[in-house]
């Protein structure tokens, strides 16, 4: 274990000789992201949950004492001690609640998804640009925590995930931003790929503009206003078509009986978008779905975008499904 003065800082007790895996754990604790979930044979702790994957911390042969309160909305702290031949943990919930864990080990489970279909409109205008600063995001994130969990495409497109003009649009509003939602400066790495992205799109004209006046802060603004234009909606099409590429290795999510009612409403929705289709627009048919193995409020959705190359700007038109119970947005 490298570092491990630092994670001891978040789960004291914690020696080179445990679990690798408890270090994911001290990591939760230091961004103080923990969601926990019970029943009568498994603990476990939610690890990394996006649309595309989801994933855990499966503590084996687990015994709880004491009350786990599943979703706490204060500080959660613990510790780590060994117990003959198991392991112990302490949670303390503010000074409110406490309760052990005992297991003899610690796993991660992942279960990763076909993303390149979902998404969300959670932010008005410019919707491709903001579905591929999402897409990035989440990516970025799979990459950051789980690695081996991604293929050489995804790993790429995190590398790219680090071009501020393509993180520019948020997909958020800026309150319900994460540190690593946020790009501060443009790494060397994004921009050679984004670079070579142009040529392979064709886009001589925004090629030259950043060779001639580099990446900086203003440029980058630029940059991320012309890619807003019709003349280089090439560049904007052709990574999200590359997203799209990267999560359709994965499947979908399976969600038992209710899978065919889901799988109705997505299908209505790409008959619907049949009838928005001409030579000036793109259309795509997007869907918000719940996670498949922990409890979520989201309601399955399906809309239809319209992207049109008109004007100065592109246009965008976000229609609901009819089948979905959700609004129009222009």
């Known amino acids: 274990m490298d570092n491990i003065q630092k994670y001891n800082e978040y789960l004291p007790g914690l020696t080179e000789d445990m679990p690798l895996e408890l270090l994911k754990l001290a990591g939760l604790i230091e961004e103080q992201c923990i969601e926990f979930i019970t029943d009568e044979r498994n603990f476990k702790i939610i690890y990394l949950a996006n649309d595309c994957i989801e994933s855990f911390l499966e503590f084996?042969?687990?015994?709880?004492?004491?009350?786990?309160?599943?979703?706490?909305?204060?500080y959660t702290d613990a510790s780590v001690e060994k117990y003959g031949d198991r392991f112990l943990l302490v949670f303390h919930q503010g000074d409110e609640n406490v309760f052990t864990v005992t297991f003899t080990d610690v796993r991660i489970s992942a279960y990763p998804y076909n993303y390149g279909n979902t998404g969300h409109f959670w932010t008005q205008g410019y919707y491709d640009l903001r579905l591929i600063d999402y897409w990035l995001g989440i990516i970025n994130d799979k990459y950051r925590c789980l690695p081996d969990y991604c293929t050489e495409q995804e790993t790429e497109l995190a590398e790219l995930a680090g071009f501020k003009s393509l993180r520019y649009f948020n997909s958020v509003p800026e309150k319900y931003m994460s540190d690593s939602d946020y790009v501060e400066f443009t790494t060397e790495r994004s921009a050679e790929i984004f670079m070579r992205l142009t040529l392979e799109a064709g886009d001589e004209a925004l090629y030259k503009y950043i060779k001639k006046r580099g990446i900086n802060s203003r440029t980058e603004k630029v940059i991320a206003k012309l890619l807003t234009k019709p003349m280089h909606s090439e560049i904007v099409n052709l990574i999200i078509g590359k997203i799209k590429t990267a999560a359709s290795v994965y499947p979908d999510?399976?969600?038992?009986?209710?899978?065919?009612?889901?799988?109705?409403?997505?299908?209505?929705?790409?008959?619907?978008?049949?009838?928005?289709?001409?030579?000036?627009?793109?259309?795509?048919?997007?869907?918000?779905?719940?996670?498949?193995?922990?409890?979520?409020?989201?309601?399955?959705?399906?809309?239809?975008?319209?992207?049109?190359?008109?004007?100065?700007?592109?246009k965008y038109r976000v229609i609901a499904s009819v089948d979905s119970n959700s609004e129009l947005l222009d």
């Not at 109705?264 to 918000?288: D, F, G, P």
């Open 253 to 314: 999510r399976d969600y038992g009986d209710k899978t065919g009612e889901y799988n109705r409403i997505y299908q209505t929705a790409l008959s619907e978008a049949e009838k928005y289709k001409n030579s000036k627009s793109v259309v795509s048919v997007y869907k918000e779905e719940p996670f498949a193995h922990m409890s979520d409020s989201m309601e399955f959705k399906a809309r239809i975008l319209v992207t049109e190359n008109k004007g100065i700007k592109r």
């Open 60 to 74: 084996t042969d687990s015994e709880i004492k004491g009350e786990c309160i599943t979703v706490y909305d204060g």
